[in-house]
């Protein structure tokens, strides 16, 4: 151990360490760098997440009127829209009414009669 003693003592307390002098400047300047570099990406980014819901709003605006479009011609070309489907369902609901019994049809006067929100309209 004296022999490792005596090399230590030999050293001295200075540090065999030296410090460039502009390491933290170009450390700062490093990592600023990073930083802009993360910021642009992040930018980016959120400009292309814009993009995608600004066309995502768009292509469904556009359906929504094609398919409006293509609803309207069509009920205009199967008997003039909502008529021909009011006619439809009358005949079936007369067809109905028709086909129950006396009974059956004075007991669904007297609900009608009773109902709150059917005697409102």
């Known amino acids: ?3 490792n003693d005596d090399k230590l003592k030999s050293i001295g307390k200075r540090t065999p360490y030296i410090m460039p002098a502009d390491l933290f400047g170009r450390m700062q300047k490093q990592v600023m760098r990073r930083i802009d570099g993360i910021e642009k990406a992040r930018q980016a980014r959120k400009r292309r997440q814009a993009l995608v819901i600004r066309l995502s709003v768009a292509a469904t605006a556009i359906a929504a009127s094609v398919s409006l479009v293509v609803l309207l011609r069509l009920g205009n070309i199967n008997g003039s829209g909502d008529d021909g489907m009011r006619q439809a369902n009358s005949t079936a609901v007369d067809k109905a009414y028709e086909n129950l019994s006396q ?17 409102l309209q």
């Not at 059956?104 to 006067?109: G, K, M, S, V």
Request: charged share 30%; proline share 0%.
């Open 1 to 3: 151990m004296t022999n």
């Open 103 to 119: 009974q059956e049809r004075e007991n669904l006067l007297a609900d009608y009669k009773n109902d709150i929100y059917m005697s």
